[in-house]
């Protein structure tokens, strides 16, 4: 059961909704039966920046790995 977005072409309301096989969901703002799937991009949380991802490149590991004792990743600013 996947999470899809959808934009209303009657209000412009983008929202998400939990849909079964091609079921397409009504606006919940307005009703409009008149929506459209959007593209998903991959995202992750504010804040939350796991080995240290930037853009479209994930940092090789450092050799010798093991990092400072702050982070034990090699991926902090102490690791240089």
């Known amino acids: 059961m996947p999470i899809y977005e959808f934009r209303c072409e009657s ?3 983008d929202f998400e909704e939990l849909v079964f096989g ?7 703002k307005c009703a409009s039966e008149k929506v ?3 593209m998903s991009a991959c ?3 504010a804040g939350h920046n796991p080995g240290g991802y930037q853009g479209n ?5 450092r050799a010798g790995g093991g ?3 702050g982070c034990s ?4 600013s102490t690791c240089k």
């Open 73 to 76: 990743g090699g991926s902090c």
């Open 11 to 13: 209000c412009g309301e």
């Open 36 to 38: 459209h799937k959007l």
């Open 22 to 28: 091609g079921a397409t969901p009504p606006c919940p």
């Open 43 to 45: 995202r992750h949380s």
């Open 57 to 61: 490149t994930i940092p090789a590991p």
């Open 67 to 69: 990092g400072c004792a």
